[in-house]
């Protein structure tokens, strides 16, 4: 920046400084989340509402989607308690939904569904972005992996890996598929927390 000779280099170099800075707290962060995830298995659960934590996360990401034309609908939105570690379903929800938002097309859409079934309770997101290869579908939750057709991307690969953990540590089930005819579909599941008495 000091050695900018005019007004327009300057302002081009220190937005390439903002991009970067603002990657490297993103890679930061992500790492955080994940060496938390690691390190938390043994610690207290309590129970939350996720559909008021898929609330509040969409009200978060509410610029991105609008930048973006995206249309966002929520399809199902029943009922579902789960137990927590931390705020471990929050990144779990984050991490999904920046996901969609980032793959989906302009003016794309994304899905989200919430509801019980079989004493399980079920968080889906589905965008209509490209999806994965099925060669690579298998590896997406490994650290630091990115598909060949988002290396240009400015993720690091960690999300996904970060969901892995979470859903380990919290007996949850982490499903990943490509749709029909185009796009991703990010489930969850983990066994609801009954609050009603069993007698």
């Known amino acids: 920046l000091d050695k900018a000779k005019d007004e327009a280099t300057r302002q081009e170099r220190q937005s390439l400084l903002f991009n970067s800075a603002t990657r490297l707290q993103r890679l930061v962060s992500q790492l955080l989340d994940l060496a938390r995830s690691q390190a938390s298995g043994q610690t207290q659960q309590h129970p ?3 559909n008021e934590l898929v609330r509040d996360q969409i009200s978060n990401l509410i610029e991105l989607v609008d930048k973006k034309g995206i249309d966002i609908s929520v399809t199902r939105n029943e009922p579902v308690v789960l ?16 996901n969609a938002i980032k793959f989906a097309p302009q003016n794309g859409k994304i ?3 919430l509801y019980p079934e079989n004493k ?26 990115r598909s060949a057709e988002h290396q240009t991307g400015t993720g690091a690969g960690l999300g996904l890996a970060i969901c892995q953990e979470i859903a380990e ?9 490509n749709v029909s005819p185009n796009g991703f579909e990010f489930k969850y599941s983990q066994r609801l927390h009954l609050t009603e008495v069993q007698h």
């Open 111 to 113: 899905v989200i569904q």
């Open 83 to 98: 137990l927590n570690t931390y705020e471990q379903l929050q990144h779990l929800i984050q991490n999904a939904l920046s």
């Open 169 to 177: 540590n919290l007996g949850g089930v982490l499903s990943l598929s």
């Open 48 to 50: 939350v509402e996720l």
């Open 120 to 145: 399980t309770g079920i968080f889906c997101v589905t965008d209509n972005g490209p999806g994965v290869s099925k060669q690579e579908l298998a590896r997406i939750t490994e650290p630091f992996f």
